[in-house]
């Protein structure tokens, strides 16, 4: 069973920082591309940040870029995503997706974590 784990999630004041990490299980994907996602309460899902399976190119939703740093170590199969200069508008669930599919117009990715909440407070 294919298990996608997020955790590092918390309560932080704006301007502060967070790392938050993403743990699979049940199969690698160290030739898959990673990517973060968030969703806001009354929002739709947001795209965060992505990673190509080697980790040579990394894409950032223009709302983080400059602030967060995504990564991960294949040897350990985990994915991370350094959240620095918090602000509330960051406020959200964060989730993690696996294994990316790429067609004409859009991106699909095949598993999905649960999500961690994190709150930033101003």
């Known amino acids: 069973q294919v298990q996608l784990v997020e955790s590092g999630g918390g309560l932080v004041q704006a301007g502060g920082s967070l790392r938050l990490s993403c743990a699979a299980s049940?199969?690698?994907?160290?030739?898959?591309?990673m990517g973060w996602f968030r969703q806001a309460p009354g929002k739709e899902r947001e795209f965060v940040a992505s990673?190509?399976?080697?980790?040579?190119?990394?894409v950032y939703a223009d709302s983080v870029k400059g602030r967060f740093t995504i990564s991960r170590d294949n040897a350990k199969n985990t994915l991370f995503l350094q959240m620095n200069s918090l602000k509330p508008e960051d406020t959200a669930v964060y989730l993690c997706?696996?294994?990316?599919?790429?067609?004409?117009?859009?991106?699909?990715?095949?598993?999905w974590g649960q999500g961690t909440q994190v709150t930033v407070s101003s």
């Open positions: 990673i190509t399976w080697s980790a040579g190119t990394t």
């Open positions: 997706a696996a294994r990316a599919k790429y067609y004409y117009s859009r991106v699909e990715y095949d598993y």
């Open positions: 049940g199969r690698t994907f160290s030739r898959d591309d």
